[in-house]
């Protein structure tokens, strides 16, 4: 096992288990109005993805399936800061890009285009710019928010290289060329 190895097994369960928390932090940035509005897209884009019918690794799968999610949370909150974005609160989500960046190695080019192509889609009639520009679709949003982190039960994810090796799997194959 790799030092890299080590550090995402003691890392990643982690990440599952603040998930909730660490997607309503970035829910309450949606409301600052001196974010820039790059900034905001890219933040509502990555929680809207919490919904995205069609994830990376669809929700249910093993250990696997909230590990997506957490990237994504990461990767955006990273692009938001790139953008100008004072991210009181969320600073340790972007330094945390770091290691998706480093687990990912050449395919993170890939992913960080995916995260950033979010922005673009809609999810559940919405996408991140309706939801920036718009306070009922924003409202909606952070409620639908609240509500899955009330209810959001963190998985297991297992001390065990082979999780990892899933893991970098299922980002290679599904991830867009």
């Given amino acids: ?35 820039p509005i790059a900034a905001r897209t890219s933040l509502a884009s990555v929680v809207n993805y919490l919904f995205k019918s069609l994830d990376l690794i669809p929700d249910g799968i093993e250990d696997l399936g909230m590990m997506d999610d957490a990237f994504v949370l990461r990767c955006g909150v990273a692009a938001a800061r790139d953008q100008g974005a004072e991210l009181d609160g969320l600073a340790e989500l972007a330094q945390d890009n770091d290691l998706v960046r480093e687990f990912l190695g050449e395919d993170y080019v890939r992913f960080e285009r995916y995260v950033g192509s979010l922005s673009e889609a809609a999810v559940r009639g919405r996408t991140a710019e309706q939801v920036v ?45």
Avoid at 10 to 33: I, S, Y
Avoid at 141 to 159: K, N, Q, V
Wanted: net charge negative; hydrophobic share 40%; proline share 5%.
């Fill in 1 to 35: 096992m790799t030092e890299l190895d080590d550090r995402c097994l003691d890392t990643f369960p982690g990440w599952l288990r603040a998930l909730p928390a660490d997607v309503l932090k970035v829910a309450e940035a949606l409301e600052r109005d001196e974010l």
């Fill in 133 to 177: 520009a718009d306070a009922a679709a924003r409202t909606e949003l952070l409620e639908e928010l609240r509500r899955w982190a009330s209810s959001y039960e963190a998985p297991g994810f297992g001390r065990d290289e082979k999780n990892l090796v899933k893991l970098r799997s299922f980002l290679r194959t599904k991830l867009p060329s």
